[in-house]
């Protein structure tokens, strides 16, 4: 099945919006561009998108998700391929959750939006103790309601707006604390094998998202309405990536590069690689 290719990553970076943009000075332009290079390239690299696909892009009101959004409108502009993309949001019944802000921008800009409502809030607030972090099992839930969403409407791939540094601070947080080589992949397949979640902002840094989604302006939502605390443990890993890029500038560059160079026989994971059956070629030279 024919999948977007490596030429359609100029033309992204070409791609004239068809909607009303805010003005942009020519430093936002360039990074317009530069964002889109690197979804366009990210999508090919893991053949995120192919022909026919509809796509659930999941918009939390979040700066990364507005991003995405309209990172993947613009590939979709100028691709050979055709596919569908829907915004859905969720409404997870939080006090405060400003319900009429993601209507009203998706509507502004012509864009279909699904809203799937859902009180997740009480569930979290009733079985988590308080005190403690809540964002895990909120999660879990935001996922396992989208993933049904996705079933239901005959979605073929579920776009999450996770970037760069959020696949780093994972992969972190897993050394660190879970005693794993593991991040979170560019594309995925979830346990049930019956959704392939993709993530195409996965070369794109977030300085570089905020610094794009403060250019247009987006009318964000806090993902703190519940009150929660962020994960205190992710925030230190950011910090602690935050301080080698500043001693050493482009060390997280290189430590994504690592990710997508990884060497089995180097490590001593044995179902990676046959360790077992390691033997010295004969040196006999007969
Ligand atoms: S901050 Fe609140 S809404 Fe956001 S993930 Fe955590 S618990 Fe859920």
């Not at 019944?93 to 998706?106: D, R, S, T």
């Not at 879990?140 to 996705?150: D, E, I, Q, S």
């Not at 707006?161 to 080589?181: A, M, P, S, V, Y």
């Not at 301080?243 to 160079?261: H, I, Q, T, Y």
């Amino acid at each position: 099945m024919p999948s977007v290719s490596a030429n359609l990553l100029l033309d992204a970076a070409d791609a004239t919006p068809t909607v009303a943009q805010p003005a942009t000075s020519g430093r936002a332009q360039k990074l317009a561009t530069r964002l889109r290079n690197q979804v366009g390239r990210a999508v090919c690299d893991y053949a995120m998108i192919e022909d026919g696909d509809r796509i659930m892009v999941c918009v939390s009101g979040g700066k990364d998700s507005f991003a995405m959004l309209d990172l993947l409108l613009a590939l979709k502009r100028n691709a050979p391929v055709r596919f569908e993309l829907v915004a859905v949001n969720m409404d997870q019944k939080q006090p405060g959750f400003p319900e009429h802000v993601l209507p009203a921008y998706m509507a502004k800009r012509g864009i279909p939006l699904s809203v799937i409502e859902q009180d997740t809030y009480s569930v979290v607030r009733r079985v988590v103790p308080d005190g403690k972090t809540t964002c895990g099992l909120c999660s879990r839930l935001r996922r396992g309601a989208l993933y049904r969403h996705a079933g239901e409407h005959g979605f073929t791939k579920i776009a999450l707006g996770h970037h760069r540094d959020d696949i780093l601070e994972t992969f972190f947080l897993n050394l660190f604390h879970g005693g794993r080589i593991k991040a979170m992949p560019p594309k995925l397949l979830s346990e049930d094998a019956r959704h392939v979640v993709i993530r195409p902002l996965a070369y794109c840094k977030e300085r570089d998202i905020a610094r794009y989604a403060a250019a247009r302006d987006y009318p964000i939502i806090p993902c703190n309405l519940c009150g929660s605390q962020d994960n205190l443990e992710r925030k230190r890993i950011k910090q602690m990536i935050a301080r080698w890029d500043a001693e050493s500038p482009g060390r997280s560059d290189v430590m994504f590069r690592a990710l997508k160079n990884v060497s089995p026989s180097q490590l001593a994971d044995r179902t990676l690689f046959d360790f077992e059956g390691l033997r010295a070629a004969d040196g006999s030279g007969d």
